[in-house]
């Protein structure tokens, strides 16, 4: 008898176990979590209206969401279905909304013309000799209109706060054309430009936190070296713009470029230490906290990061003060929707991508990083922190080779090391220059010790090699099959092992099929374009030939810019389409070009770079022509292109690169000529 009872008993546990089995495959592949659908939909209808209304629709563009929606929507039972499709049209529609009305808004304004402006300077960067003033509370002619004004001005001319006056002419910037200038001035709401006009300072804004950038600014450049100065103002409001260009490329060459920033890193760590001054108000410790945070977001001009930043940690502070489970992901995503609704246009911004990719990538990886991690005896703390720097670095690459041409591999070894002494050297720094600005005749006693280790950073990247960065190719529509694939391998999914493996290997194959047909060309001839206010390059690409060409009032920055996105290597030629050939072939020569080439002869003085004067030359199988020094023709796999940087108006040729195009890719075969 008792032994009959215990075979049922074991057939008991054996149906409940396949029972349990049962219900396990009918749970959701992905848990309903409202936050998180209202955001990606909200994503998604921004970033559809952004392509219709500013290039063309591709099918790769639908992937994520159809991945998404497959694993998001079952089981298919009504409770499930109908909340997803709801918020999948209402929030994908306020998406459509809400950059269609920031766009009508961005175009609204004043017409191109001669005016009479005034504006207060809220930023200033440093050009190639010259500064680049932004203009806020601009006035044409005595009246008022919304949008920023950037303009021309000499290096020392203004600073922060200054409210000045001239007559010029402005023009309109335009909606973005594929080129990084343009889709900035979108972004950050610059709706007009105007030259080097005569600037007359007429008085001092009375934004408070506006002067008191201003004081900062001037304190640490008087109390510090300029370079000490410039890292530090970076740190503490994120402004980077004023950093020489060698060191600025340090520093975004070697993965620090966030500590700069003032990210959600700064922002947590000001609000930890306020939390923490005030933990004898026990749950109510939040409210100073993010008031603190608050403040030091609207000094820093409310960059989406910190916005991000202060959003997350008031959420989580509100939960833990009313003993409510927090969840990362939720609040993420919860963070992500008035970002989204209000500032629609920062979804193409670097910071955007970068600050929510980098916490996305700590909610999808780092869990399961750090237990892998802990089962091979790796002590907790240190396999805590190396679980979310590689989680970060893994999410974020596909952004950091999109926006900015490169991914440094340096950085994951010097965030590995700087990283834990930010909190130290923020708050250090703050809390003296905060001594400083109180009484300035002893800032250089409060700030010697802050300048003093700043002053060690560049010799830090002087010692270290930075140049060790994965460069000059694009992940074109592989940056999706990546994301999908990130999706796939993180424990947020639930897949069978089998399943999860078996997709994970056909999306690394398409991943690697689609980056080697962006980047490779095997036979014919790939033409990448960028232009835009006046400025052009172009790459021409063969299986054995790479020759950039370059016109308009191109910078050698901007030619850096567009190789480092486009091509890694060591260039057969550049060629040089200006009438002004001298200022383009000194630019030329820093380009690493085995030779340059350009019309009419002139004198250079360059003695290492070979330098060709010719009408007509070949590079490879490339046939070139000039027809005066403003305008090339190139004959390529039996078609004619015609390069005319300097002039707008179609001029006839089996393809014409027009002035304003921006971002276009051709590929050309046995003459036939096709837009990619």
Known sequence: MSAFAARGGEEMSGAEQKENLREKARLPRVNFRPALYCALFLAFGIFLYLRIRFGSVNVSDFLF????????????????VVPVLVLFFVCAGLGVLSAHLYTERFLSGATEGEYAVQGVVIDISEGEGYGIATLDDVSLDGRSFSGKLRVSVGTDEVRRGDIVSFEGNVKRTGLPRGDFYSSYCYQTDIRYTAG??????????????????????????????????????ALLTGD??????????????????????????????????????????????????????????AFCGFTVSSVRAVIMCTAFGVQRAFGRKTDLLSTLSFSAIPVLLFLPAQWLSAGFRLSYGAVLGLALFSGSLSRGFKKIRIPAFLANYLSASISVQ????????????????????????????????FLGLLVCSVFALIIPPAAFVFLYIPASVMSLLPFLFAAVSLSFVITGFSLGAGSVVYYVGAAVLSGRLRLKFKLRCVVAGVLSALFVVIVVFENVTVTGCKITVEEGDGAGAALVQTNSENVLIIGGDVSLSRCEDFLAHRYGGTLDAVIVVSENEQKHINRAAFLHAETVYACEEIATGLRKTNLVFAESFTVGELSFRYEGSGKLYMLAEGSTVEFDFENSSPLGGDLFIESGSGGLKYFLKNGIIRKI
């Open 394 to 425: 893994l999410f974020t690459l596909p952004v950091v080779l999109e926006s900015f041409g490169y991914f440094p591999v340096w950085g994951f070894f010097l965030n590995f090391f700087l990283i834990p002494v930010l909190p130290v050297l």
């Open 65 to 80: 969401l159809a991945f998404f929606l497959f694993f998001g929507l079952p089981p298919l039972t009504k409770k499930r």
């Open 240 to 297: 980077s713009k004023g950093m020489d260009g060698g060191l600025k490329q340090a520093v975004q060459r070697g993965g620090i470029a966030h500590m700069f920033a003032v990210s959600g890193l700064h922002i947590g760590i000001l609000y930890a230490a306020v939390s923490l001054a005030c933990k004898r108000m026990g749950k109510y410790s939040v409210i100073p906290a993010a008031c603190g945070a608050l403040l030091y977001c």
């Open 196 to 233: 080097s006009p005569k600037l007359v300072k007429t008085g001092t804004t009375a934004n408070p936190l506006l002067r008191l950038k201003a004081r900062l600014y001037d304190t640490l450049h008087t109390s510090m070296d300029k370079d000490s100065a410039d890292l530090s103002f």
